[in-house]
């Protein structure tokens, strides 16, 4: 694994390039779970922002077997698309399906996007859920081939001022279907730590814009801390073609 520092960009970046994704997979959900141990013996309990798409659902797939306390686990989402609550393309359950039906989460810390009720609904009554946290303990994120993330989109508002609500309704999203709910920018970057898991040959130029300095959403997330980015290293291999 190769760690690339990116100091350059507002957001402060650390590249972590693996050979493999598989090899990625493994060191994501390590990560994860030296954070759930981290939180867990500071704080008692783990929040943690879950992330739609191919490669977090084989990391969840493969969290299933972990040793942990499941019972201090909270489980929230950075976006949900508005279909209904066992629509395969809900990320709620996708996570499930995957992992969050084979442990012993309790249900009520398991925090699904309402947004089966519409965009602007669901946007508010998530907002009331996750009020009461001041930080979560770590998101995860993906990368979309046009730059966004969650369901933050080019051209969209980002909601990246201090004074963004904490869950925005997205119409009109350039991928179906167009109503969602993501949690902001501002909302997202308010967490310990934040890991963007990146795999595909489709998000290169996606990454190239990134490490240039463009303003995609995922440049968005700015904690204080930083941000950690899991990458193939094909991906970075190939940004000068």
């Known amino acids: 694994m190769a760690l690339i520092m990116n100091n350059d960009a507002p957001q402060q970046c ?11 997979e493994r060191a994501a ?3 994860i779970l030296y ?24 990391v969840y797939e493969s969290l299933r077997e972990a040793n942990t306390n499941w019972s201090a686990w909270h489980i929230y989402f950075g976006d949900e ?7 395969a393309e809900r990320n709620s359950r996708m996570a499930a399906l995957a992992w969050l039906d084979h442990v012993a989460i309790p249900s009520v810390q398991i925090h699904a996007i309402p947004a089966e009720l519409g965009a602007d609904i669901a946007a508010a009554k998530y907002r009331q859920i996750v009020s009461g946290i001041e930080q979560f303990d770590l998101v995860l994120l993906g990368l979309g081939e046009d730059g966004h ?16 609500p904490a869950a925005i309704a997205v119409h009109s ?18 967490s310990r730590q934040v890991m963007f898991l990146v795999t595909g040959q489709s998000k290169r130029q996606a990454v190239k814009d990134w490490r240039n300095g463009a303003s995609i ?3 968005a997330i700015a904690p ?11 991906l970075m291999n190939n940004l000068a073609q």
Not at 81 to 87: K, S, Y
Not at 173 to 190: I, M, N, Q, Y
Not at 224 to 234: F, L
């Open 35 to 58: 954070a759930a141990q981290q939180a867990l013996s500071q704080r008692e309990a783990f929040r943690i922002v879950l992330a739609g798409g191919t490669t977090p659902r084989r």
């Open 29 to 31: 959900v390590q990560s």
């Open 149 to 164: 993330t969650a369901s933050l989109f080019p051209e969209h508002d980002l909601g990246n001022t201090t004074d963004a």
């Open 217 to 219: 959403p995922a440049a």
């Open 173 to 190: 999203a350039p991928k179906p279907p167009s109503d969602r709910v993501s949690l902001s920018a501002f909302r997202l970057s308010t």
């Open 224 to 234: 204080d801390i930083g941000v950690e980015i899991y990458i193939e290293a094909a």
């Open 81 to 87: 698309r508005c279909l209904p609550p066992d629509h």
């Open 14 to 24: 650390r590249w972590h390039s693996y050979s493999t994704t598989a090899e990625l």
